[in-house]
């Protein structure tokens, strides 16, 4: 799939993050192949060093909302996590439910998402796109 272009409404978007894996603490950042945001995102990040949220990977990983996003050329990123029995136990099953939460995994991740969205929003100009951001590559 390629978008040709972005429609004017999406031109304004400048980032879509995803949390999709349970309740696992966030550990970092799928940069999708984005080279282009891995310093702005490394300064984020160095934020919650203590919280051991530092890594950033160029990888791209599937399964995910954000990949529709990133599809189209709008940067879309999967927080990584600990995986928490996420694929082995919990991942659409019958305890796939709140009796699984992790309370202090999920203020943490609750607390970088929100920095990250606040940075985001704080920014003279949007994060920046991918080289070839309209090729959908998984």
């Given at each position: 799939?390629?978008?040709?272009?972005?429609?004017?409404?999406?031109?304004?978007?400048s980032?879509?993050y995803n949390?999709?894996?349970?309740?696992?603490?966030?550990?970092?950042v799928?940069?999708?192949?984005?080279d282009?945001?891995?310093?702005?995102?490394?300064?984020?990040?160095?934020?919650?060093?203590?919280?051991?949220?530092?890594?950033?990977?160029?990888?791209?990983?599937?399964?995910?909302?954000?990949?529709?996003?990133?599809?189209?050329?709008?940067?879309?990123?999967q927080?990584?996590?600990?995986?928490i029995?996420?694929?082995?136990?919990?991942?659409?099953?019958?305890?796939?439910?709140?009796d699984?939460?992790?309370?202090?995994?999920?203020?943490?991740?609750?607390?970088?998402?929100?920095?990250?969205i606040?940075?985001?929003?704080?920014?003279?100009?949007?994060?920046?796109?991918?080289?070839?951001?309209?090729?959908?590559?998984?």
């Amino acid at each position: 799939f390629r978008a040709k272009a972005l429609k004017s409404e999406q031109k304004k978007v400048s980032a879509y993050y995803n949390l999709d894996n349970g309740t696992g603490k966030i550990r970092g950042v799928y940069l999708q192949g984005n080279d282009k945001v891995s310093p702005i995102f490394r300064d984020w990040l160095s934020a919650f060093r203590d919280m051991d949220a530092s890594t950033l990977s160029i990888s791209n990983t599937g399964g995910t909302d954000h990949l529709a996003f990133d599809m189209i050329g709008i940067p879309g990123f999967q927080f990584i996590q600990e995986p928490i029995a996420y694929s082995t136990k919990t991942h659409h099953s019958n305890m796939d439910n709140y009796d699984h939460l992790v309370e202090d995994d999920l203020k943490q991740a609750a607390t970088i998402i929100a920095y990250f969205i606040w940075q985001t929003s704080q920014r003279d100009e949007k994060l920046p796109r991918k080289k070839n951001n309209l090729k959908y590559n998984n």
